[in-house]
């Protein structure tokens, strides 16, 4: 018998937040299908105020209450039955934080959990992968964001270890992420990854789902790190307003695609892979997945 159920989650990163509405398909002994049937995203970039004056203002604080307003009432509209909202670097590093987080909940009726690095990645690490990957081969699973970029390793399609750094393309467009934090992030990649014969890199976030769709190719088809390169220095060789009237990027992705691809390219020189999968999941997609097998809280509807 067919059960059909719609979850949602909230995803506030630090460059932008997001709302994802998933059918939830049921068939008996079949495996579940996890069907995207929403997406809104909303760009408000709360990591250049923490980032900068560690609190977040006052406009982008009406902003928020606006979007969480909006997004109850999506979630309503769809007959959502379950959601769980998760904040991740901004929130969890902005002096008032906390207090939006109550103001949300009182106004807009939505319960914001403010999660660490750690679980962040462990959540986009529960991602279902198996239809993306080979399960005799050996992944560097790296999901950029604003404000923190997460990293996996996975082989023979088990998690290994997981681990969080605060480098994002908010911090690096601020120029406030610090030598000492790449030398981190540079020796754990080497280290995890020298285990291993061949390592292949998995990259999600939004700049490289775009970068993705802009190089044409068929979806299943890795990137290359030569073409992740040459489109990197073409990206530097135009002014962020060409990049949105000559490139056709959104205002919000002409300035944070280039650290992003700094830090797609530093992983994959890091750990020589060749090569990039682009399955298009990330944190939003974690936490639809954690819901279903119960693995975080969530609220019901």
Known sequence: MLNIKKYAAIDIGSNAVRLLISNIIEQGDKPVIFKKNALVRVPIRLGADVFLKNEISDYNKKRMVDTMTAFSLLMKSHGVVKYKACATSAMREAKNGNELNKIIAEQCNIKIDIIDGEEEAKIIAATDLHTFIDANKTYLYVDVGGGSTEFSIIHNSKKITSKSFKIGTVRLLNNIVKD??????????????????????????????????????????????????NYYKKLQNYSYEERIT??????????????????YLSAMKWSAAKNILVPKIGLSDGIIKCMYHNKITSIDL
């Open 180 to 229: 000492d934090t790449w030398q981190e992030l540079k020796t754990w990649i080497k280290t995890n990854a020298r285990q291993y014969d061949k390592i292949e890199l998995i990259g999600s976030g939004g700049n490289i789902n775009k970068i993705f769709k802009i190089s044409g190719k068929d979806i299943g088809k890795p990137l290359s790190y030569f073409y992740l390169a």
């Open 246 to 263: 000559e490139l056709n990027l959104n205002q919000d992705r002409a300035d944070v695609i280039v650290p992003a691809l700094q830090i």
